[in-house]
Every structure is written in structure tokens, then in C-alpha cells.
């Protein structure tokens, strides 16, 4: 007789477990079964329920429960979350417990001669569902023509009826102030940053999120819960990512500059050399004009920056596994401003003016998304220091010995352990860092990357938040709030999301974005407080411009800044601040929807300010539902200058399309000269990324 071995006795018990010995099982024994099986087989044993303890089996991906005689379910069937396939045909079912929403991993469900008459609409957050079996039952709560298209049309059936949860989330600021400490006593040195990536609408698709109800996808939907986000937080600066160039010109322009906000917007490069930019996304910057003055902007696009170091990163007919093809044809953007304070207090002195900051240099990037494209995410980010340090110098403070604070934020598409994270909070990664992969980057790869900017996460001190994007495939943090830690400090942050909060993923009929959003309230340090400049103790990074802080570059530059790509473009700036209480009241006002209304639309209970800041022209809370109606507002259109504006309807295309020509040939002159020798080049008008999300 052959020996059976102890593993492959457990392995049959699990698999192959008998009635009596499956209803006299005791905990003990259910948690000493081996957890490597995946499949529970307890079908035809004429079972009547099931144990509570089913729950501990939370390794299973399959259980069969079919022909036996349940009645019931208890609750702890459905925490074994880690399900693909579930039999419970021919039982003696009459319903299906909600909670079966939450084994979002089921592929495969078999529900089959019970005596079921209806489907709780909870089955429409299982959207890796690709069977669905009903047969033997008298479903009366869906349509036969529902009934008979099958799984995916039950699915999306129950999906867009799911009524939005109730929420009542409330994200507190977590203060880093120590007892004792205090705050500036003027609110011009406190400065609420506010970063959110607002998900595009030509990525916000039943394809990419098929657990979000479709009404809840919807644009007209989506943006008023993206601007009551904003006015809830009410921050001084607001940076958002993806948002559509026709959305920025129609609906957050007008609506920001109705708050008393100012707008910059830049799009992707390829919005310049497509037919339809209009849905080309970018980076925004929001400013509280009645808080700051534009003083000069900036446009950073990261393809310009790479061909113009062409010589420095070399091309595969240099040297072999070159990176620079691979980075020149992605055409991520960041946008920068440098702002000018406003003193909102009359009665300071000479002396107490003097003391008050004077700029800030806010910069807003999305670094390219691919996972597999680390060294270019690396690449990119490198160019956003080395541009930001440029700007740095060149506003430094009237003895030259500071540089502008800055605070930096954005989508990075990296997690803390990447190197990006690292060349931002550290200073510097070396050249063979495992990012950079087999790519070759000439002087970056061969001397490292480093900058001499001294920036700090805002959330490091409490860690990063566990994530800030939530979607099916993916889990984690991507966006951040950095700062130069010599100039600038942190009094406080928003409270993180936490995994409790999302039902499924992202977006969702309460949160509009697939991201979350990043708050923190920092205080501009004085004169006196701030610090020496930064420097790198691996790599001592030299500041570009050394010793010319107004020339784009000299013979000591090590990054040899371009002066083309320094060009300022205004796309739209507000004339003034509104009255911001009355602006809140027209959108309340002007309210409606065509969409279901979620069942609780304050989802997002938070105090504007931390305890300790109160502007004296903060706007008043909006309480109630603080968005507008989508209305036949034109189209945004590109002029000769290559700037967006709204000209309105009757402005043909052709004039657009040469104007976005005209810039180009005006801003990528040097694109041209490497055409012939790099023919991938030609195709970079029409380069959108192999068709994937940005």
C-alpha cells in the first residue's frame, strides 16, 4: 500500500471533507488546515447551514456548496473576500444577502435551482464577474430583456441602480505644532496648498473603472463633486492634474475666477499638434487673487528639455541602450508661477512688512504613468529640479542668498520607494540606480542626478498616506506635496483617505477621481529663519546659473537649462477676487442635475482650516450642493499664439490647427534639425502613449 505523506492527508481532509466531520470541526482544527489549498469542495452532503467558522477559510479562492439543502447564509461566508468562484446552485435560496457585494474578486457565480425572485443590487460591485448563472429561478426584479442578454447586462443592470452610500467621512487636520508653539501671527506667512488629480474624462471609462455606475462617471456629475472638494477645502493654491483643456476653459476657469481665483493652465505638447486638443489634459494652478499677485509663469515640457540636453543623455547612435528615444516621445508637462504676496493687514509697519515674505514659487507636474518607463519618470523628474532651480535663482531673495521658497506637487506615478521619491526628498539617486533599468542616460547615468533644493514631503512626518490612488489594479501613493524645508515649514496637514472610506475603488458615486486629494497649510519662514541653501553631501549639486542668476545658462552649468523652454504663457488670469460668500450662494442657486442624486452629498466633512488659521477672507463653508449645471458654454480654441481662449462658436478649425503649427515651428525649431536623424521623431504629433491612460 502506498504511503500517504501528512501534507497530502491534510491536502484530502480540505478538499474532500465528510459531513459529520465537517458540522464537529472546532476552530482549533479549522486554523491547523493547510493554507496552501485554494478549493473547499462540500457539495451533495445534504447540508441544512453552515458553520460560523467558515469565515477562517479566508485563503479560498473556490467553494462549492452546491446540492445540499441551505436555506440561509451567515454573514461570514462573505469575509472569505478572496473568492473567484462560488457554487450555490440547487439549494433552497429565496435571496442572497447584500453583503455579497464584497467578495469583489468572484469571476464565477453559480445561483441555480433555488427559488430566488430577486437580486440585491450589491451584485453590481462584482465587476471581474464573468458568469453569472440563474437558471431554475423566477427572477421577477429584473427585465427579461435584462435576463436574456446575460451576465454582463445583469451586471451593468444592478451596477447603475446601486443608490450612493451614505457617507459622512470626516478628515480632520493632523497639526504638527508642538504644545507651546505658535503660528505666525500674520495669515500673509500661512499659505493651504491644495493638490488633487481630478481624473481626465477621455480616461474616466467603463473600461478602466467597471465597478463605477455610469451616471456616476458622467462629467456633469463628476465636476461638481471635484469643485465642492475644492471650495470645502478652500485653499489658498490649488493645483490639479488631468483636466482637460475644453474643461479648464468652460467650466473650472469660470467657476475659480466667480471664488476670486486666478488660473494657469498648460496642456500636454501634443494638444498643439493634434485635431482634437480639446480633449488633451494638463496641469492648473488656482491662486487666490486677493493673496497674490502673478508675477511671472512658466511652461516646462519635459521633450524640449530632452532635446535640448541631446548631447548630454546621447541617442542609440551613440551608444547602445539608449534612453533618450524613449523619453522624447512622452510629453508630460509641469507648469510653474512665481507669486508676489499681498499685504492684507494696513496696519503693519515698515519693519513688520519687511519681515513678511515676498514670493513663492509654486510648481504643478504629472510625470508619465507607465510603470515599466521608471528610468523616464526618473528622467523627467530630474529636468522638473533642474528647471525649478533655474527659476530659484533666479528670483532669489535682494542679497542673493536665498532662493524663492518653493512648494512642488503633483501626480509623480512613483511610490515612496522609488527612485523618484528618493532623487526628491534625498537630493540626488546614483547613476546606477535599479530605476534607470539597462537605459543609458549619458552624464545622468554616468554621474548620477542630484539637486540642491532641500525638499521635504508634507505628510513624511505622519508617513505618507497608505494611498492616493485606489483603483482595481492598483493600490497605493502616487501624488505628493513636497517643500524647500529651509524656507518653508508645515503646520499642518488633511488626514489621509483611509481603505475603510472606499467602497470597491475609485471613482466611485462619492469620490469623482480615482485619486485623492492632498492638503497642507504651510508658513513661509522669515528672513532671518531661513536656512543656508541645500546641499547634496553624495553628489554637491551645483545650482544651474551659478554666479548669472538671469542667464538660462553659462560654462558652469551642469544641467545646461534651456532658455527656450523658460517662456512664460498666461493662459487666463482673473481681474480680481470676488465676493466669494455671494459666488456660493449663485451656485447653490444655479444647482441641478440630470443624474441620480447620491444619498448623502456632503461626503467630505472637513474643517476649511486648520483650528489655528483664520483668513480674514476666507469664504463661508458651502452647505449644500455646490456645483453647476453643464450648459452649451463654446469650446475652448487655440489662436495663432498657440494660447487657449474662448472665442466662441464660428471660429473654424483650420485656423486653429495652423496657429498650434505656428507654435510649434516657433517653440520646437530644434525638434526639426534632429528629424531626419531620429526618425521616430515624426511621429510624435500623434504619439498619445500607445492609446493607455496618460
Known amino acids: 500500500m502506498e504511503e500517504v505523506s501528512e501534507e497530502e492527508e491534510g491536502r484530502k481532509r480540505v478538499t474532500y471533507i465528510s459531513k459529520g466531520e465537517y458540522l464537529s470541526m472546532g476552530v482549533e482544527n479549522i486554523t491547523k488546515l493547510d493554507e496552501t489549498w485554494s478549493a473547499l469542495d ?82 453590481g460591485r462584482l465587476f471581474r464577474l464573468e458568469r453569472l448563472l440563474l437558471d431554475g429561478n423566477r427572477i421577477t426584479s429584473l427585465p427579461d430583456e435584462v435576463l436574456q442578454q446575460g451576465t ?134 488656482f491662486f487666490k487673487t486677493s493673496k497674490f499677485e502673478l508675477i511671472e509663469e512658466f511652461a516646462i515640457e519635459f521633450q524640449s528639455l530632452a532635446l535640448a540636453r541631446h548631447d548630454k543623455i546621447g541617442s542609440s547612435k551613440q551608444v547602445e541602450n539608449s534612453g533618450f528615444e524613449r523619453l522624447i516621445t512622452k510629453d508630460n508637462v509641469a507648469i510653474a508661477c512665481v507669486l508676489q504676496f499681498k499685504p492684507t493687514n494696513d496696519d503693519l509697519n515698515d519693519d513688520e512688512r519687511a519681515k513678511l515674505p515676498e514670493k513663492l514659487l509654486v510648481a504643478n507636474t504629472h510625470i508619465h504613468w507607465d510603470p515599466s518607463l521608471c528610468d523616464v519618470k526618473l528622467m523627467q523628474t530630474q529636468l522638473l529640479m533642474e528647471e525649478l532651480m533655474r527659476i530659484g535663482d533666479k528670483f532669489k531673495d535682494s542679497v542673493g542668498k536665498h532662493r524663492v521658497p518653493m512648494v512642488v506637487c503633483g501626480d509623480f506615478n512613483s511610490v515612496p520607494e522609488s527612485g523618484v521619491y528618493e532623487l526628491l526628498t534625498k537630493g540626488g539617486v546614483k547613476g546606477d540606480h535599479a530605476d534607470f533599468g539597462p537605459y543609458y542616460y549619458g552624464e545622468y547615468t554616468s554621474g548620477g542626478m542630484s539637486h540642491n533644493m532641500g525638499l521635504c514631503s508634507a505628510y513624511a512626518p505622519v508617513s505618507e498616506p497608505g494611498f492616493t490612488n485606489y483603483t482595481a489594479d492598483f493600490i497605493g501613493a502616487l501624488d505628493y506635496l513636497f517643500y524647500t524645508q529651509g524656507s518653508i515649514r508645515v503646520n499642518a496637514v488633511l488626514q489621509p483617505l483611509d481603505k ?195
Not at 472569505?80 to 468572484?106: A, C, F, M, Q
Not at 474624462?201 to 465636476?223: F, G, V
Not at 525649431?669 to 500623434?686: A, D, F, G, V, W
Request: net charge positive; charged share 20%.
Open 152 to 285: 454582463n447586462a445583469i451586471f451593468t443592470f444592478l451596477r447603475d441602480r446601486m443608490p450612493a452610500p451614505a457617507s459622512n467621512i470626516q478628515r480632520n487636520w493632523i497639526s504638527y505644532l508642538k504644545e507651546g508653539d505658535v503660528p505666525g501671527s500674520e495669515t500673509d506667512c500661512r499659505v493651504t496648498v491644495f493638490c488633487y488629480n481630478v481624473l481626465a474624462e477621455t480616461y474616466a471609462t467603463q473600461d478602466r473603472h467597471p465597478y463605477c455606475p455610469s451616471w456616476a462617471l458622467n462629467w456633469n456629475y463628476r465636476k461638481q463633486k471635484v469643485l465642492k472638494e475644492i471650495l470645502n477645502c478652500d485653499p489658498d493654491i490649488c493645483c490639479l492634474q488631468e483636466v482637460e483643456a475644453r474643461r479648464f476653459v468652460e467650466y473650472f476657469e469660470p467657476e475659480m475666477k466667480a471664488l476670486g481665483y486666478s488660473g494657469l493652465f498648460r496642456p500636454k505638447s501634443r494638444a498643439r499638434t493634434i485635431q482634437d486638443w480639446q480633449k488633451v489634459d494638463g496641469c492648473v494652478i
Open 500 to 694: 475603510s472610506h472606499v467602497v470597491t475603488a475609485l471613482p466611485n458615486a462619492v469620490f469623482p477621481s480615482d485619486h485623492t486629494s492632498l492638503v497642507a497649510e504651510f508658513e513661509i519662514k522669515s528672513k532671518k529663519e531661513a536656512d543656508p541653501p541645500f546641499q547634496h553631501k553624495l553628489f554637491a549639486a551645483k545650482s544651474p546659473n551659478k554666479g548669472n542668476s538671469n542667464s538660462s545658462s553659462s560654462s558652469n552649468n551642469k544641467f545646461g537649462s534651456p532658455s527656450h523652454n523658460s517662456l512664460p504663457r498666461r493662459v487666463s488670469e482673473g481681474s480680481g477676487a470676488s465676493r466669494v460668500s455671494g459666488a456660493q450662494a449663485n451656485l447653490n442657486m444655479r444647482y441641478s442635475s440630470t443624474s441620480p442624486p447620491p444619498a448623502n452629498d456632503d461626503y467630505y466633512n472637513s474643517p476649511q482650516k486648520p483650528p489655528h488659521h483664520r483668513h480674514s477672507h476666507s469664504s463661508s463653508r458651502v452647505t449644500g450642493n455646490a456645483g453647476m449645471h453643464y450648459g452649451g458654454v463654446p469650446g475652448p480654441q487655440m489662436g495663432s499664439n498657440g494660447r487657449i481662449s474662448n472665442l466662441g462658436p464660428g471660429r473654424r478649425a483650420g485656423a486653429t490647427e495652423q496657429g498650434m503649427a505656428s507654435e510649434m515651428e516657433a517653440r520646437h525649431h530644434h525638434m526639426h534639425s534632429y528629424r531626419n536623424e531620429y526618425p521616430i521623431l515624426k511621429y510624435m504629433p500623434t504619439n498619445r502613449d500607445g492609446g493607455q491612460r496618460k
Open 42 to 123: 462540500v457539495s451533495n452532503m445534504g447540508l441544512r447551514g453552515l458553520s460560523p467558522n467558515i469565515g477562517i477559510y479566508n485563503h479560498l479562492t473556490a467553494l462549492y456548496l452546491n446540492n445540499n439543502q441551505l436555506i440561509t447564509l451567515p454573514p461570514a461566508l462573505f469575509d472569505l473576500t478572496s473568492l473567484t468562484h462560488l457554487d450555490l446552485s440547487t439549494n433552497l435560496l429565496k435571496s442572497i444577502p447584500p453583503e455579497i457585494g464584497k467578495l469583489v474578486h468572484l469571476k464565477d457565480l453559480s445561483l441555480c435551482n433555488n427559488y430566488l425572485r430577486e437580486l440585491p443590487l450589491e451584485i
